[in-house]
């Protein structure tokens, strides 16, 4: 099992900072909705907490609330290149030190947190009549979010 303790404090960083770009780029994928989305990613890792024990890994992650750097994302304001990054940088950390299912439950874990962020806020309609539950905008950000990690979107 891979523990915090197995890595430095910028790969650390870079693993707790991936999630939360992959999340803000669902977040400016679309319009409105911004506090929603924000609470849903909250919610997601409240709820990865509940599964304790399941990933060491994983636990050690969650156990704190999700932080970023500002100056990641750099003045640009590139949120969707940041998390691409940061996303690749992640996966090639995990690759080189963990186990192939630790990676994978980080994978799952981003993805599940891209798609519940997509899902938060409904988009179109009239005063939450009609409308659908995730933008094209939103599901292109997820699919790109899983695609940078390796992994497959599910359905949202």
Request: proline share 4%.
């Amino acid at each position: 099992m891979t523990k915090k303790a197995d890595f430095n404090a910028d790969e650390w960083s870079t693993l707790v900072e991936a999630p939360v770009l992959a999340g803000m780029r669902v977040v400016t994928a679309g319009r409105g909705g911004t506090i929603r989305e924000s609470m849903a990613m909250g919610k997601v890792y409240a709820a990865a907490r509940q599964q304790h024990g399941e990933s060491e890994l994983l636990d050690a992650l969650v156990s704190s609330p999700p932080a970023l750097e500002p100056q990641r994302v750099g003045s640009s304001g590139d949120i969707k290149g940041a998390a691409q990054e940061r996303l690749r940088e992640a996966v090639a950390i995990l690759e080189a030190k963990a186990t192939p299912d630790e990676l994978e439950a980080y994978r799952s874990f981003v993805v599940k947190l891209a798609e519940t962020v997509a899902s938060a806020h409904k988009e179109g309609g009239f005063m939450g009549v009609g409308g659908t539950e995730i933008s094209d905008d939103e599901r292109r950000a997820v699919e790109e979010i899983a695609a940078t990690l390796g992994a497959s979107a599910g359905s949202p």
